[in-house]
């Protein structure tokens, strides 16, 4: 399966979420399209925009928003191939700015592609074998979603 992974990343901490996701699929087998969008377009990191599977992942901003390179990105996207249905969105917060905030940018990812895929939200930075363990049932539940269950509902699924 061809998957984008797409991200952006302020301090490295949602970075850091997305290689663990990257690692996860290439393991699996996957072909992974890698793509920071604080740096890099859709256009700079493929020829092919179409992809069997999307992963979208991004820091909250002032507010609970999306970061803006994140948002030209998804413009980007939303341009080449449309909305995505086999997409789904991962992301890093802070709930010391309010749990009304926390992994905002998340949130409304999600809602703006209207994504049946559960969303993965990672305090601040992911540390342990908690966080890892996280990662770990939320990239095979979408990968195993996106391969074997088309019409299951992955929403219902809780990492």
């Given amino acids: 399966m061809r998957i984008l992974i797409a991200f952006a990343s302020l301090s490295g901490n949602t970075r850091d979420v997305a290689r663990m996701i990257r690692?996860?699929?290439?393991?699996?087998?996957?072909?992974?399209?890698?793509?920071e969008a604080d740096v890099q377009t859709l256009a700079d990191?493929?020829?092919?925009?179409?992809?069997?599977?999307?992963?979208?992942?991004?820091?909250?901003?002032n507010?609970?928003?999306t970061p803006p390179e994140m948002k030209r990105f998804i413009a980007d996207l939303v341009?080449?191939?449309?909305?995505?249905?086999?997409?789904?969105?991962?992301?890093?917060?802070?709930?010391?700015?309010?749990?009304?905030?926390?992994c905002g940018a998340?949130?409304?990812?999600?809602?703006?592609?209207?994504?049946?895929?559960?969303?993965?939200?990672?305090?601040?930075?992911?540390?342990?074998?908690?966080?890892?363990?996280?990662?770990q049932r939320w990239t095979d539940h979408v990968l195993n979603c996106t391969e074997n269950m088309p019409h299951a509902?992955?929403?219902r699924f809780i990492a």
Avoid: N
Wanted: charged share 25%.
């Fill in 23 to 35: 690692a996860r699929c290439e393991a699996a087998g996957h072909s992974v399209t890698w793509i």
């Fill in 45 to 61: 990191a493929t020829d092919r925009p179409a992809h069997d599977l999307y992963l979208l992942g991004a820091w909250t901003d």
């Fill in 63 to 65: 507010a609970g928003r």
């Fill in 79 to 102: 341009e080449a191939v449309g909305k995505p249905e086999r997409l789904a969105v991962f992301g890093t917060g802070e709930t010391q700015w309010g749990e009304e905030y926390y």
């Fill in 106 to 135: 998340v949130r409304r990812m999600a809602a703006f592609f209207g994504s049946g895929y559960p969303r993965l939200e990672i305090e601040q930075m992911p540390h342990g074998e908690r966080d890892a363990l996280k990662i």
């Fill in 153 to 155: 509902d992955p929403a």
